[in-house]
T-cell receptor, first 113, second 114 residues
Framework: GENVEQHPSTLSVQEGDSAVIKCTYS??????FPWYKQELGKRPQLIID?????GEKKDQRIAVTLNKTAKHFSLHITETQPEDSAVYFC????????????FGKGTHLIIQP | KAGVTQTPRYLIKTRGQQVTLSCSPI?????VSWYQQTPGQGLQFLFE???????NKGNFPGRFSGRQFSNSRSEMNVSTLELGDSALYLC?????????????FGPGTRLLVL
């Protein structure tokens, strides 16, 4: 089955700086890669996703890049703000929800004022 | 549209008991997936239902089961509870048509087994 590794487990950045979280996956059949943000005590919320037919996707301060050859994808957050502090999860799936999402262990992002 | 809802939100049970959790998907969504979230193991896929049929199952013992009704609402059941079953149980719904597989999570049911 699919295996997703996520790094780092904790990331502390100064407010206004950029943050990058990296994930690798093992199943070359995976073609859907969402990122979720989970604040303490709340549900995971989708912040951006990418499918294997594109290499990059951007939504305001958030971007995701995908390298299918190397089987890795990354989340980039620019101009970080205090409200970006949360745990971020990457995930991969060969058929979206049908096979279930395989999640990374999560990255605790801390924005220092 | 209303989001995914789950009931109950909190539950305390003792070892050996069984529990049933409920999930109502976003209106129009036909797929419901269940996940277990623990500090040690993170988010793990339990199973997915589509049109009342279980399409896929994760690596959990047979004590974990589920079903889906004709209105797409889903329930999951855990029998003979163990201490290690203490977790946040999340369900997620998606449309599952074409590339509309984006999953939206409910608030979860926090289960504590004593």
């Amino acid at each position: 089955g699919e295996n997703v590794e996520q790094h780092p487990s904790t990331l502390s950045v100064q407010e206004g700086d950029s943050a990058v979280i990296k994930c690798t996956y093992s199943d070359s059949a995976s073609n859907y890669f969402p990122w979720y943000k989970q604040e303490l005590g709340k549900r995971p919320q989708l912040i951006i996703d990418i499918r294997s037919n594109v290499g990059e996707k951007k939504d305001q301060r958030i971007a995701v890049t995908l390298n299918k050859t190397a089987k890795h994808f990354s989340l980039h957050i620019t101009e970080t703000q205090p409200e970006d502090s949360a745990v971020y999860f990457c995930a991969a799936s060969p058929r979206g929800g049908a096979d279930g999402l395989t999640f990374g262990k999560g990255t605790h992002l801390i924005i220092q004022p | 549209k209303a989001g995914v809802t789950q009931t109950p939100r909190y539950l305390i049970k003792t070892r050996g008991q069984q529990v049933t959790l409920s999930c109502s998907p976003i209106s129009g969504h036909r797929s419901v997936s269940w996940y277990q979230q623990t500090p040690g193991q993170g988010l793990q896929f339990l199973f997915e239902y589509f049109s009342e049929t279980q399409r896929n199952k994760g690596n959990f013992p047979g004590r974990f089961s589920g079903r889906q009704f004709s209105n797409s609402r889903s329930e999951m059941n855990v029998s003979t509870l163990e201490l290690g079953d203490s977790a946040l149980y999340l369900c997620a719904s998606s449309w599952q048509q074409g590339d509309q597989e984006t999953q939206y999570f409910g608030p979860g049911t926090r289960l504590l087994v004593l």
